[in-house]
């Protein structure tokens, strides 16, 4: 999986970049969080293409799993994902959720604000 890091004075974000891999399992999920250890941050930007199918489907238990990860190492995770994939099915309520109560994960539908969203926390 591939990613950059983007510094910005003393803070900064890694992003996942859509290409050679996605997330679709836990393991993918540690790898980008070694990927933010290696850059001394907990800030990690996640387009939707760099996610596997499964993880938008609730019940495969996908979207868990890598969350449970981010959390249990204390990464902040922005997700950006069009309209039509942050309104499908249950998966709308876990976006909602978020957006509403988690200080930790939020989705966004442009890279700019999920961008300064990693920044300003």
Not at 90 to 100: G, P, S
Request: glycine residues 10%; contains cysteine; proline residues 4%.
């Amino acid at each position: 999986m591939d990613y950059i890091f983007h510094e910005h004075g003393e803070s900064g974000y890694v992003e996942c970049l859509p290409g050679d891999g996605r997330v679709e399992s836990e393991r993918d999920a540690l790898d980008l969080v070694a990927a933010c250890g290696e850059h001394g941050t907990a800030n990690l930007l996640l387009p939707a293409d760099c996610l596997s199918d499964e993880f938008f489907r609730l019940g495969s238990g996908l979207a868990g799993a890598v969350l449970l990860k981010f959390g249990l190492y204390r990464i902040r995770c922005a997700v950006v994902l069009p309209l039509e994939l942050a309104n499908r099915g249950r998966f709308a309520d876990l976006v909602l959720e978020a957006n509403r109560r988690d200080p930790a994960l939020h989705f966004f539908q442009e890279k700019e604000p999920a961008a300064a969203w990693l920044l300003e926390g």
